[in-house]
């Protein structure tokens, strides 16, 4: 058992635990937002172990840094401190479905197939330097239309979000 | 096979009435607004004279080639289906030979004067001015189709022309149909003829059907009577009658079928009498002259087929003779004067069927030739006189009118004493050859046939000639009004008369049978025979000459009896008739009321099919059936599922909708991965 | 370091559990969260792949980092956007409950 593998249970039994703080957490919204930015974190550590090191930063500055602090930001504009609207309809129902789900999609994965071992890493994989030589000589084209999206996107959100100018 | 020429004259015979037909439809219908009636007649009367006109030109040049060669003129082929041993090819292609030209001859020659009588016929017609040029465009069209049947190079257009007739025919019986009468005898004939098309098709079926198990699938007359050889040993199983039956036996009698519905013979002749409601035009031209006949028509043109069935052709003979027999006797005892012009002209074709079933084709068609010259005649002539007496049938009303009307009066006793066989007009010769032919056939009970024949003659002359007495012998017994406006019909009318007349004197010098020009000392006299001959197959018969003369002598002298019973029945005694009707009041109400053979129909037939029409076909099938459950059925089953189903899925919930879509997903990628 | 498996299976752990979230919760925002979580779990699944055909040294094989920084710019956009709406809908309704939304039904 080499560190990488217990760090990465380690990261694994907390994005799960805290994923399911997350779902779990009627009364408090703000500490549902706490608890998926845990679970982004967690993940972020993943990624370190797989050698995506680019990613993994950018998942802790983006996801956790920007994303779940919008998500606050709305919390805390629209005063939503604590609710409670109650089980959704057939929860129960929901629940099993979706659990049923779960151990239907793991199992179609066949947990235990046996894949072989990580190979050897190239050198330089991961790191900002490939990474950005990728982004912007393959791939540039999805650079763009990503920018475009985040134009379009931005547009629309201060659309939504105005108020009614009287 | 034979030497066939081709000649571009002959697609404009039916071509030329067609066009007129167009003209007048396209104007009543489309147009609809009124033609002068100058160019009604013009173009109607016209066409029908160039029709005839090129009738003559193609016969002369027919007449001019050796014997055995036809004419044709193919355009291109309207039905083509198939290929190699199923193929179905029907030509649009003409052909002339002798029995076509000499009945192209008949229809455009009769059916010109028939449409120049119908000028003054039809001329108090004002209703809306259009019942004029509905009438004649109904009339070239009739012209057309008959064309068609008898030029026809098939069986798929000679069907083609029976069907057409057989509308025609429905549309001009029920021409005033105004009067729902009139339409429902128009409907009449047409559902009692298409009984009769049913069992034509059928034999085309098996005709053709035969032919291709052979390897010659073919329509066309030349070919199926260059390969009919091939199938005229094949036979079929039988349900009954025996251990099986010839394949040709059965295909003539499907045909004859068809024959019977067409031609008027028994059981379905019902439709003839009350064709009637018709103008008297109509009833001339089409149940005396020309569409009746197409039945003859059809059985001479397979004369090899029947040669080779002698169960058919002993059927086609006993029929024809018992529809004579039963028709004549009919008609002694009906008062009104197109009704007994009607089962007279049953009757004289029962005769012509007579003569085909044996052996007699050449008998046959003179006989239709000469049947139409003067059944136009008298139908004609009874026109005449129903216009002088304003529109009055009934022949008890009539009387006394050779003084007024002497004209009408002179052509209808020629048509009296051609009809009745008196020499030398006509329907002597052509009579007499019809009994040679039954004395002499191969048929089964032929001597009887020759009797039946004979005295059905005798009855022919008797109600012909009483008809004749009692209409224009004795005194009026019109009222007095009507007996003033008597007037004789202006010439457009009278003219055709007078022709018509002149046929029937003279037409038997077509037909001079040889025994007769062996005495007078002329050589190869019966020049329809010679005309003809080469057509039909070959019967050899050796009647000594005093045979022939005898059997002459012996209908002249059934022709005289009926007319001197007749005269002393409706001339010398009056009072004979009544008391004998008295006394025998069965049998006179029987004859009366037509053996009561339409209630008998209506009885077993039509009441029947009309019940079950409307409870099970009408009320179960298209009411229940198929509105209820098939259209309503199936809309009230889309709202149910609908209102009562599908309608819960759109709960407009969020998670219901993303529940769903889970499922979905986890499906897809369970088939996927599995 | 650990099998390939293992970390698809923990992708897919964390993917149903954002998938009972959407399908349970009613407060709007949660159920946005919870589609991060999904997406989340997406990028680990790509970086695990990413991980175990990472190409040969003169080829480098970066597609899946590619691909995770691209869901991640969709997944800001769509908060973004998806947070507008529930402002929009909080003005309307006061309310951020999801059922309160659901007229569009029969």
Known sequence: ?166 | MVNESSDPLLRWIPLLPLLAAIFHGVMIGVVRRATPRWLVIALSCGTVAGSFLLSCVVFASLAGLPDGATLVDGLYTWIGAGVGELRFNAELRFRLDALSSVMTLVVTGVGLLIHVYSIGYMDDDHRDDKGFQRFFCYLNLFTFSMLMLVLGDNLVLMFLGWEGVGLCSYLLIGFWYSDRFNAYCGSKAFIVNRIGDFGFLVGIFLLFGALASAGAPTVDFAEIRASFGLISEMTVPAPFWGPEWRLVDLIGLCFFVGACGKSAQLPLYVWLPDAMAGPTPVSALIHAATMVTAGVYMVSRLSFLYAAAPVASAVVAWVGALTALFAATIAIAQTDIKKVLAYSTVSQLGYMFLAAGCAGYTGAVFHLVTHAFFKALLFLAAGSVILAMHHEQDIRKMGGLRRRIWQTHAVFLIGVLAISGIPPLSGFFSKDEILVAAWTAHVPGHLWLYAIGLVTAGITSFYMWRLYFVVFWGESRASHHVREQIREQPPVVVNPLWVLAALACLGGAIGFPQVYGDALGIERSHSLNNFLGGLFPVVEHHLAHSTEYAMALAAIGMAGAGFGIAYLCYVARPELPVRAAAALKVPYQLLLEKYYVDELYDALIVRPLVKLSDVVLFRGIDAGLIDGVAVNGTARGVRGLAAHGLKYLQSGFTQSYVFLMIVGAVAILGYLLR | MVPLDHVIGLSAVLFTIGVVGVATRRNLIVMLMSIELMLNAVNLAFIGFNRMWPGEPGAIALDGQVFVLMVIAVAAAEVAVGLGIVISMFRNRDSVDVEVVSLLRW
């Open chain 1, 1 to 166: 058992m080499t560190v990488p593998a217990v760090l990465f249970y380690a990261f694994a039994a907390l994005a799960v635990l805290s994923a399911i703080g997350m779902v779990v957490q009627v009364r408090n919204t703000v500490a549902s937002a706490m608890s998926l930015v845990i679970t982004m974190v967690a993940l972020a550590g993943i990624y370190v172990l797989l050698e995506a090191h680019l990613v993994a930063v950018i998942q802790i500055m983006v996801y956790g840094g920007a994303i779940v602090v919008l998500f606050l930001f709305v919390v805390m504009l629209l005063n939503l401190r604590s609710d409670d609207f109650g089980p959704a309809r057939q929860r129960l129902v929901r629940l099993a479905a979706a659990a049923i789900g779960v151990f239907a999609l793991t199992w179609m994965l066949r947990l235990f197939s046996g894949l072989p071992e990580a190979p050897p890493l190239p050198e330089g994989f991961g790191g900002y330097r490939e990474v950005g030589i990728a982004l912007y000589t393959d791939y540039v084209l999805l650079v763009e239309v990503a920018s475009l999206l985040l134009t379009a996107a931005i547009v629309g959100a201060l659309i939504l979000a105005k108020r009614k100018i009287d």
